[in-house]
């Protein structure tokens, strides 16, 4: 039930309705706290529409208190574009920029843990980021996003999404085999 009121409340007043355009990094917006002393950076990367959500910025409030240095970023819902075609290249770009920024900031302030903490969308994210990447000490999951396929047909704020891939054909299955979607799973 809480999930319908979210979704209704997402696509009835807060989703914004978008062309598919070209995605470019300077889309990527980031908040860094740096606290002195601090050997462990947190990583924290947002669902899908998130950005830098209340829930991101006392995240990172109480984080910074307990003395750690914090990177959160906020990604635009064009993330998700309706032309499943442009996935692969979108999370390229944002997984090449994040991994940019990880290993800049690394070598400015010599962390020596660097952990990535993701809800729903950004779970996929932190996989691509973290995976081969000796840099990252940890992932924590909130919330379950192996299958990118299956957390944007049943996620509750992505229902407007769902429907546009509904008139084109698509159904859950189609999205799980849709070859784009597939090669996220190699970046």
């Known amino acids: 039930m809480f999930d319908k009121i979210i979704n209704f409340l997402w696509v009835t007043k807060r989703f914004e309705k978008y062309p598919d ?9 980031k908040l860094f706290i740096h606290k002195e002393n601090s050997l462990a950076l947190k990583i924290i990367l947002p669902g899908w529409g998130d950005g830098l959500s209340w829930v991101t910025k006392i995240l990172v ?5 307990r003395g750690y240095s914090c990177l959160a970023y906020s990604l635009p819902k064009t993330i998700l574009p309706y032309d499943p075609n442009l996935a692969p290249g979108i999370f390229s770009i944002v997984k090449e920029t994040i991994k940019r920024d990880i290993k800049d900031i690394k070598s400015q302030y010599n962390f020596k843990r660097l952990d990535i903490i993701a809800p729903s969308l950004g779970v996929v994210i932190a996989c691509l980021v973290a ?3 000796r840099d990252i000490t940890n992932t924590f999951f909130m919330v379950p996003g192996s299958c990118l396929a299956s957390s944007l047909w049943d996620g ?3 229902q407007r999404l769902k429907q546009v891939y509904t008139t084109q054909g698509i159904d859950k299955e189609k999205l799980k085999n849709f070859g784009t979607l597939l090669r996220l799973k190699t970046m």
């Open 131 to 133: 995976n081969d990447n």
């Open 21 to 29: 355009i070209n995605f470019t990094a300077n889309e990527i917006q």
């Open 61 to 65: 409030r109480r984080l910074s208190r």
């Open 156 to 158: 509750a704020r992505t």
